[in-house]
């Protein structure tokens, strides 16, 4: 129970998040939309769960019990400082845009973020996963991130050195509030900056479904020898359905929600049948990428472990 003063000063209601995520299925919760920092100790002592754009989300059937937080525009600044030393620092606020925040660094010809043109995300979010393409990740022109770390109130700062990220992990506990983050950037080509965001989304237009409701790739690909679309191309699931969720013929990672008739059941179903046959057929485990709210912890089981159970 948030106290009255609370309610007040931010945007507190309750949704489907289905409305919230690019999946879009999943259940109710309270939405907690924070726009007053000085409210962070009273939320942090809720129970509670960070959501971004929610483009790289599956929400079960249920919704959540917890309250469900987007941090609002108080926390979506961005700030170009001057060029020193031919770095440009610039901080950007966890609740902004991804898309604002490479806009912003192509308009002033400053280098490295336009490699994430078409990703959906908050900052908070492209963090949080370190979000990424098959060639850059997003935490590659991170220098420091501010972040609340799970059992604290006060959001301290970590230099990038600190975090053990790897490809889609910040590789901080799950819980972790990012509430910023301060690039180092070098100087580019305004043009050039954009041809490169352009060509980068005309690509990802022509391989990947984004007409569709999805979340974006479903799984991590188990090595950059057998990318999981590949995979589950070869293993000819392109098309396979399960209710109103079926593998895109796009690209067989997408899982797509093509009517916004499924359920997250139908999704779990599909995602389950997929890694049982990756497992039987090719002996490879194909773990999510995606992450999951309320959903049945098979999605994270060893999948010698489903062969059993649906056996
Ligand atoms: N492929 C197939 N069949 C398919 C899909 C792909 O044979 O149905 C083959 C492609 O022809 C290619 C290889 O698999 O030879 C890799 O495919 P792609 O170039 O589409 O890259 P990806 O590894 O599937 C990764 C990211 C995407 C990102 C793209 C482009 C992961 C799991 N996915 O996809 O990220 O957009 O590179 O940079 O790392 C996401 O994270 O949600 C996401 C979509």
Request: aromatic share 4%; charged share 20%.
């Amino acid at each position: 129970m948030f106290t009255a003063g609370f309610i007040a000063r931010n945007r507190v209601s309750r949704l489907p998040l289905s409305g919230l995520t690019t999946m879009r299925v999943g259940g109710p919760a309270q939405l907690v939309l924070l726009d007053c920092r000085s409210d962070l100790p009273e939320l942090l002592n809720q129970r509670h769960r960070w959501l971004g754009k929610g483009a790289n989300l599956l929400v079960g059937d249920a919704g959540v019990d917890e309250a469900v937080v987007r941090l609002g525009p108080g926390f979506a600044a961005i700030e170009l400082e001057e060029p020193a030393g031919g770095t440009t620092r610039v901080r950007a606020g966890a609740g902004a845009d991804l898309a604002e925040l490479m806009a912003q660094c192509q308009r002033a010809g400053l280098a490295g973020p336009e490699g994430l043109a078409g990703v959906p995300a908050t900052v908070g979010g492209a963090l949080r996963m370190n979000a990424g393409t098959s060639t850059c990740w997003m935490l590659d022109w991170v220098s420091r991130v501010e972040v609340v770390l799970p059992g604290e109130e006060a959001p301290r700062w970590l230099e990038r050195a600190e975090l053990p990220a790897s490809y889609r992990s910040c590789g901080l506990p799950p819980g972790t509030l990012f509430l910023g983050c301060e690039l180092a950037l070098a100087s580019g080509d305004p043009e050039a900056l954009r041809a490169t965001a352009t060509r980068l989304k005309r690509a990802k237009a022509a391989s990947q479904p984004l007409a569709l409701a999805s979340a974006g790739c479903v799984f991590k690909n188990p090595s950059p020898e057998m990318p999981a679309g590949k995979l589950i191309d070869q293993l000819g699931l392109k098309g396979e359905r399960c209710g109103g969720a079926s593998v895109s013929p796009v690209h067989a990672n997408f899982i797509v929600n093509a009517e916004r008739s499924a359920s997250a059941s139908d999704i779990v179903a599909l995602i389950t049948r997929i890694r049982l046959r990756a497992w039987r057929e090719r002996q490879v485990r194909l773990d999510l990428e995606v992450e999951t709210w309320n959903c049945p912890s098979e999605l994270h089981a060893h999948p010698q472990d489903l062969v059993e159970a649906h056996a």
